[in-house]
C-alpha cells in the first residue's frame, strides 16, 4: 500500500492511500497530489539513504510520496 | 518518474551563482580576509597608540577588545542558525509524529544523535551537514559554512510546523539537491569549526564532534587545494600535527617581521617629520627676523 503524506501542523497527515491495481484509490491519490501541488506544497520521493527526488507527477510505485512547502534562505 | 534535478526554489534566487566545491572555497577566503580586516586594523591601531604614547593602555585594551569580540560575533551569528525555533506553545503529539517521520528518513544513529542534539547529521558530496529547525552547517576540512535556511515563511502553514518536520523539509530539499540547497540558503559564518563549537550550545557539539568523524560521501575527481590538503576531509590525520606546528612558526615569523617593518615605518615617519619641523623653524625664524 503506497501512501501520500503532507507535513502540516499534526506531524503529518495522510492524503492518500493506494495500490496500483486500485483504478479508483489510484484516481483519488493523483487528485489529491495535484490539489497539494496547487496549494504550492512540493513532492518528494526518498531514493535511497541520503537521495530524494522532486516529482511533479504521483509516482504510483513509490511507496512512500511526501509533501513538503517550499524552504527559503531566512 | 518525472524527476527534477534542481531544487525548484532554485528559481527564487537565480542571480546566485550555483554553489559548488570551487565556490565554498572562495566563499571561505572571502570570510578569511573579512575577518583579518576587522581584526588587524584595531590590533595594529592598539600597537600604534602603545608603541607613541604608554598612557593610551585604555584605548588600546579597547582596540584589543573589539579585534575579539567581532570574530566572536560573527561565529555567534553562525552558531544561531542551529538553535532551535522559539515557540509559543509546543504539542507533545504533534512533535512526536514529525520526529516519528523524521526517524523514518534517516539511519539509527543520525536518529539516535537528533534525540541526544536536536540535529540531524547528514552526509553529502559537498561535505558533512548538521541540518537543525531553521539552518544547516557544512563542514569542509577544517572550515565550518552556517546557512541560515528554513520552511518558507510566507507560507501559512509553515508558522506551526513542529521540530521535525521542519528538519524533515530541510533534510529532503538537501537530499534532492546539495548544491541547490547550499545556493538558496543564506550563509551567516564561515570559519574555522573550533570557533563555530565553542558559540553551540553545550547539548549540541557532539554532533558537530560526530560530523566531524564522518567522511562525506566520496566524490569522482578529488580536488586538491592550493595548499596540497584534500578537501572535504577530516583533518584528523597524522600530517595536521606538523602542519599546525609549521602554521605557528609561520604566525611567530609573521609577528617579528611585522615588528620590525612597524618600528621601520615609525623611525621613517619621525624623521620626515622631524626635518619638517627644522624647515617650518627654519622659516619661522627668518620671518620672524625680517620682521622685527
Known sequence: MSKLIRMDHTGHSTIAEWTPEDPAAVEAAVSAFRAE????????????????EHVRELPLEAELVIMRLPISGG | MATIEVLPEVAAVHWRPRVDADRLRLMGRVWTLTMVAHVVPFLGAATLLMAVEPLALPVALICVAHAWIIPELYAQRGA????????????????QRSVGLLGDLVGHEARELHSRTGLVLEPGRLGVWLVGEAGAVLLRGRRAYCY???????????AELPSGDRIAHLLLALRSDEQGFATVANLAFAGAHWR??????KEMRPALKAARSTPGEPVSGVRRNIRGRLEGMSTSTPSSGASLGRRALALIVLLIA???????VIGVVTAVATVVVVVLAICAVIWAIRVL
Open chain 2, 196 to 201: 563555530l563549537r565553542r558559540r553551540m550550545r
Open chain 2, 258 to 264: 611585522a615588528w620590525v617593518l612597524f618600528k621601520v
Open chain 2, 80 to 95: 544561531n542558525v542551529l538553535r532551535p525555533r522559539r515557540r509559543a506553545r509546543r504539542t507533545p503529539e504533534p512533535e
Open chain 2, 148 to 158: 541560515c535556511v528554513k520552511v518558507d515563511p510566507r507560507q501559512a502553514a509553515a
Open chain 1, 37 to 52: 501541488l496547487e496549494r504550492g506544497y512540493l513532492a518528494m520521493v526518498s531514493t535511497g539513504p541520503g537521495h530524494a
